[in-house]
């Protein structure tokens, strides 16, 4: 079984460029999570896609960040215009579970970000 | 509201010593938990999982866990650690397919 697939694996831009990022999920997976891991602290979730729906989106910084999930397969997370904070990994990650199931949640490799 | 808390950022250990890593989490509801771990560069992994039955629970390489709803916790635990343990562990706790994570804690395994 293939695994989440994410690309780039690493980006560098100057603040207030913009950026792209690409998830596939696995096959399947009714559920898509993006999430921010910042240096030293643990995952924080951007926004979960439900299909193509959104379930949360209530920690994306909505005047910068945008993410799509297109006929409920992959998604893109973008930036525009990226700061010097956004320096992360992102990380996409994909469930089965749909409307309260809870499996456990399978993540890709992530993309490094830095922003200078 | 649902929260995952690690206190222990770093945990130094010898090899073949045995380890444990701290997991308490608040919740007023059910929840199912989880370990992860990250190797460097590398996405989080799953270690194991609690979600229903025997409260204590195994991965394949060694490490446990035992869910303790009356003290909210849900300690990793290892008998002998080795170098390539190296790791950070992140516990995390499900809710209606919702995850949140706890800072991690870096294991440090020395020769």
């Given amino acids: 079984e293939a695994g989440v697939a994410q690309s780039p694996r690493y980006k560098i831009i100057e603040k207030r460029q913009s950026v792209a990022f690409w998830c596939n999920p696995i096959s399947g997976h009714a559920t898509l999570y993006w999430y921010q891991q910042i240096l030293g602290q643990g995952p924080k979730l951007l926004i979960q896609f439900q299909n193509n729906g959104v379930v949360d989106d209530s920690q994306l910084p909505k005047d910068r960040f945008s993410a799509e999930r297109l006929k409920g397969v992959d998604s893109t997370l973008k930036i525009q215009p990226a700061k010097l904070e956004d320096s992360a990994v992102y990380l996409c990650a994909s469930s089965l579970g749909a409307g309260g199931m809870n499996t456990e949640a399978f993540f890709g490799q992530g993309t490094r970000l830095t922003v200078v | ?111």
Avoid: M
């Fill in chain 2, 1 to 111: 509201a649902q929260s995952v808390t690690q206190l222990d950022s770093q945990v130094p250990v010898f090899e073949e010593a045995p380890v444990e890593l701290r997991c308490n989490y608040s919740s007023s509801v059910s929840v199912y938990l989880f370990w992860y771990v990250q190797y460097p560069n590398q996405g989080l992994q799953l270690l194991l999982k609690y979600l229903s039955g025997s409260t204590l629970v195994e991965s394949i390489n060694g490490f446990e866990a035992e869910f303790n709803k009356s003290q909210t916790s849900f300690h990793l635990r290892k008998p002998s650690v080795h170098i390539s343990d190296t790791a950070e562990y992140f516990c995390a706790l499900t809710r209606f397919n919702k995850f949140y994570f706890g800072s991690g804690t870096k294991l440090n395994v020395k020769p």
